[in-house]
């Protein structure tokens, strides 16, 4: 993904430069701190639905562990964005993000292979939720930085 420069020699990415670029790298942008917002709204409204309740009765009436299994997730956002803060300059802002994505995706695995109602599907699910925080903490964090640049 690195750039290239088109006839005139003005350097390019994606294939785009300009007005172009920037709206491509908005997009980006946009979709990632969405990321953050949608998990976090959608998680709250089915804890407490009968699916949800069913596959992990823990949560069931018991306002702690509910609130614990929607507030890890931002738990691994703080861890994320700690890493980054120590790591970040040295990774780059392109590898940092395909870091961050590629944590997302092995937490959201984690989550979906839970098989409900066995001994340790709430624990595997809260887990995976932790590690999709790191993932997107590594993305809000650097994601910013990378559209100003």
């Known amino acids: 993904m690195g750039h290239k420069e088109n006839a005139a020699g003005v350097p390019t990415y994606w294939g785009a430069s300009g007005?172009?670029?920037?709206?491509?790298?908005?997009?980006?942008?946009?979709?990632?701190?969405?990321?953050f917002g949608y998990d976090q709204g959608v998680m709250s409204g089915i804890i407490s639905g009968p699916p949800f309740v069913h596959d992990f009765p823990q949560v069931d009436g018991d306002d702690t562990w509910q609130?614990?299994?929607?507030?890890?997730?931002?738990?691994?956002?703080?861890?994320?964005?700690?890493?980054?803060?120590?790591?970040?300059?040295?990774?780059?802002?392109r590898k940092a993000i395909f870091m961050g994505a590629s944590v997302m995706i092995i937490g959201v695995i984690i989550q979906i292979t839970c098989v409900p109602p066995s001994h340790g599907a709430t624990a595997q699910f809260i887990i995976g939720r932790f590690i999709t925080g790191i993932g997107n903490g590594i993305n809000t964090s650097t994601i910013p930085i990378w559209q100003a640049e």
């Open 19 to 35: 007005q172009k670029l920037q709206r491509l790298v908005t997009t980006v942008a946009t979709i990632d701190f969405l990321l």
């Open 67 to 93: 609130g614990f299994v929607v507030s890890i997730y931002a738990v691994g956002c703080f861890f994320g964005a700690l890493f980054i803060l120590l790591f970040g300059n040295k990774l780059g802002r």
